[in-house]
């Protein structure tokens, strides 16, 4: 399964949002945002499906992807393109849930090590490693793996046949350009996506091939 393009994942937190998730949306996949994944993994079952629900509701016009955090179970039922699973998730599972056409993501970490990556091998389409950079959203989380710690999970990652992406005080459009030049598929971003969704047009562009034109 290829990353959706631009190879960006915004997350959601609500409590970071100036309006409800599915306005917040609206915006991102106004803005060029194909990929959003709902997060939010306090509420409860039944309010995190009907939020999936109009969330996916809002990104079909526009052709973007809408994954789920944590529950392979919950994101079938919502319909949901895939899920994005906790280092300790099973690819595997999920996979055999979710079917072949499933976008299957891992979060990682400096601490989880190489066989986390192995897991991901051959089931996850792609991981996500944190934090790449300070980060607002989550201050004081880290170490910060910076563009050479970043670069050391690409090469396992490539080893692996993951693809990596990056997250973590990726706000900056140099942040952006290092992150890739390191190696990384793509990027990741949660508090910037839910307060100004218009900051994020000089991260998409810095995620475009030279030449190309943003999606709208």
Known sequence: MSL?????????????????????A??????GVRWLSLRDKDLPDGERLDLARALIACAR?????????????????????????PALGDPAAARAL?????????SLHDS???????????????????PVFPSASKPGYGPCLGEVGLRRWVELGVRCGVPVIGLGGLDRADAVAGC???????????????????????LL????????DLPR
Do not use: K, N
């Open 4 to 24: 959706p393009e631009p190879p960006l994942l915004a997350i959601t937190d609500r409590r970071l949002a100036d309006r409800p998730l599915p306005q917040v």
């Open 61 to 85: 016009p526009w052709g973007a992807r809408i994954t789920l955090h944590g529950d392979p179970a919950l994101a079938a039922a919502a319909g949901a393109d895939g899920v994005h699973l």
């Open 180 to 202: 890739r030049a390191a190696g990384a598929a793509g990027i990741a971003v949660m508090g910037l996506a839910m307060r100004d969704a218009q900051a994020l047009t000089p």
């Open 205 to 212: 562009a810095a995620l475009a091939p030279e030449g190309a």
């Open 112 to 130: 989880d090590g190489a066989a986390a990556m192995a897991r991901a091998a051959g089931q996850a389409d792609y991981v996500t490693v944190s």
């Open 98 to 106: 979710l079917g072949a056409g499933a976008l299957i993501g891992l």
């Open 26 to 31: 609206e915006r991102l996949f106004a803005c």
